[in-house]
T-cell receptor, first 110, second 119 residues
């Protein structure tokens, strides 16, 4: 089955800096790659996603890149703010089955 | 987007008792729902895939006799933790896939989650 690795497990940045989280996946058949933000005790919230026919997608301060050949994808958050502090999960999907990465705890220091 | 509701949000039970968690799709019909378990500071681990009108498909290592899944209608799936023990204490989250067709995005919609504490 699919295996998703996510790095780093924790990330601390200063407010205003950029944050990058990287994921690799194993199954070349995966065709949908969502990113979720989860606050403590709450459900995961989709923040951005990308499909296998697209290399990059941007939504305001958030961008995701996908390299199908290398089977890795990354989340980029620019101009980080304290409210960006949360746990972020990447996932790889052979729709509709999702496999999650291990998560990254992002801490944005004011 | 589509709305998935999960109930109860928190439950505390005694060891040996059974607990039922409900997952409802409020504004769409979900032929497939997924149940995840999340331990503190860990990722979401898929437990089983719930298919309307048929038996659930369990992931390796998940006891089907302990975690009973029923998907009797297109808007409701239930997870029953039978003979619960303290090690079953966890955050259980369901998700559902909206119907297919031209508008199908592949996005999963998550319930609010249910925190189970077994004493």
């Amino acid at each position: 089955g699919e295996n998703v690795e996510q790095h780093p497990s924790t990330l601390s940045v200063q407010e205003g800096d950029s944050a990058v989280i990287k994921c690799t996946y194993s199954d070349s058949a995966s065709n949908y790659f969502p990113w979720y933000k989860q606050e403590l005790g709450k459900r995961p919230q989709l923040i951005i996603d990308i499909r296998s026919n697209v290399g990059e997608k941007k939504d305001q301060r958030i961008a995701v890149t996908l390299n199908k050949t290398a089977k890795h994808f990354s989340l980029h958050i620019t101009e980080t703010q304290p409210e960006d502090s949360a746990v972020y999960f990447c996932a790889a999907s052979i729709v509709p089955m999702l496999t999650f990465g291990g998560g990254t705890r992002l801490m944005v220091k004011p | 987007g589509a709305v998935v509701s999960q109930h109860p949000s928190r439950v505390i039970c005694k060891s040996g008792t059974s607990v039922k968690i409900e997952c409802r799709s409020l504004d769409f019909q979900a032929t497939t729902m997924f149940w995840y378990r999340q331990f503190p500071k860990q990722s979401l681990m898929l437990m089983a895939t719930s298919n309307e009108g048929s038996k659930a498909t369990y992931e390796q290592g998940v006891e089907k006799d302990k975690f009973l899944i029923n998907h009797a209608s297109l808007t409701l799936s239930t997870l029953t933790v039978t003979s619960a023990h303290p090690e079953d204490s966890s955050f259980y989250i369901c998700s559902a896939s909206a119907p297919g067709g031209a508008a199908y995005t592949g996005e999963l919609f998550f319930g609010e989650g249910s925190r189970l504490t077994v004493l």
